[in-house]
Nanobody, 124 residues
């Protein structure tokens, strides 16, 4: 059974950078599109980005394109999210998620299975 574990979160100052990791176990990510979304307590989810099995990238939020970079390493069964120029409003729990498809879904709600998340507080 596929399990996803996010890591790399932690306190970062506004304008700072952080790299999140998502390690999969129990199944290979080779046949899944994988993405990230974020969610603050009491708020809805916000899709960030997705990478297909052929490394095609889709962004679900225009505001993050150019500052966030998603990548995958199938040899390590992992996916990463590099974040730069972080703003206080980006303080959320960040989750990686998979879609049972090779290509990224048009909407991030197509990412149907996710991990427990890693916290990213952005504060001075």
């Amino acid at each position: 059974q596929l399990q996803l574990v996010e890591s790399g979160g932690g306190l970062v100052q506004p304008g700072g950078s952080l790299r999140l990791s998502c390690q999969a176990s129990g199944s290979s990510l080779d046949n899944y599109a994988v993405g990230w979304f974020r969610q603050a307590p009491g708020k809805g989810r916000e899709g960030i980005s997705c990478v297909s099995t052929s490394d095609e990238v889709r962004f679900y939020a225009d505001s993050m394109e150019g500052r966030f970079t998603i990548s995958r390493d199938n040899t390590k069964n992992a996916v990463y999210l590099q974040m730069t120029s972080l703003k206080p409003e980006a303080s959320d729990a960040y989750h990686c998620a998979v879609a049972p498809t090779l290509r990224c879904p048009a909407n991030f709600y197509g990412l149907g299975y996710w991990g427990e998340g890693t916290q990213v507080p952005v504060s001075a």
